[in-house]
T-cell receptor, first 114, second 111 residues
């Protein structure tokens, strides 16, 4: 089946700990994105990558890091510098062709702080 | 700063009613406006609009864009309980490659 997978579904973070959220796609999409969703806030862009080995900060990149070593994979690390990490994290991907704006989303990871 | 504003933020109606959801935007270098439906997890794509005045339709859902007044509406006719969801409006444009999302409209359809 083609699509985007995220793991784990739920993740618990202890104080001072770095955690990594996985995002994999087999849609052969060039561009991948990470969003954070808080209640009543809509989705906010954390990082995005349009091509392997390149990524850009979004609106709320502080306290997060990413890598893009393979086309299929775009993991997000929530570092200890992110003071309010509790949220629903969504990964998305799309083709980078003219006027192709439609992003397809994974099922999300809910991060909770212990 | 790019901005997308949705209204109302929440709406409760009875099954069979027609609803209209609103989305206004201020985005530099506008490229497109997208509507998504989010039930429990991943938002699922509904429509992408790039041209003013051309209605997009899928079953009981339809949407139209007004690029002069900078807004879009999403209509749902003959609502069903399965239409209960958060409806997200997003705009492509501005500096970043990602989409700018509104806060969403939480729609509840009562039987």
């Amino acid at each position: 089946d083609g699509g985007i997978t995220q793991s784990p579904k739920y993740l618990f973070r202890k104080e001072g700990q770095n955690v990594t959220l996985s995002c994999e796609q087999n849609l052969n999409h060039d561009a991948m994105y990470w969003y954070r969703q808080d209640p009543g806030q809509g989705l906010r862009l954390i990082y995005y990558s349009q091509i392997v080995n390149d990524f850009q900060k979004g609106d709320i990149a502080e306290g997060y890091s990413v890598s893009r070593e393979k086309k299929e994979s775009f993991p997000l690390t929530v570092t200890s510098a992110q003071k309010n990490p509790t949220a629903f994290y969504l990964c998305a991907s799309k083709q980078t062709s003219w006027l192709q704006e439609t992003q397809y989303f994974g099922p999300g990871t809910r991060l909770l702080v212990l | 700063e790019d901005k997308v504003v949705q209204s109302p933020l929440s709406l409760v109606v009875h099954e069979g009613d027609t609803v209209t959801l609103n989305c206004s935007y201020e985005v530099t270098n506008f490229r497109s406006l997208l509507w998504y439906k989010q039930e429990k997890k991943a938002p699922t794509f509904l429509f992408m609009l790039t041209s003013s005045g051309i209605e997009k339709k899928s079953g009981r859902l339809s949407s139209i864009l007004d690029k002069k007044e900078l807004f879009s509406i999403l209509n749902i006719t003959a609502t069903q309980t399965g239409d209960s969801a958060i409806y997200l409006c997003a705009v492509g444009g501005g500096g970043a490659d990602g989409l700018t999302f509104g806060k969403g409209t939480h729609l509840i359809i009562q039987p």
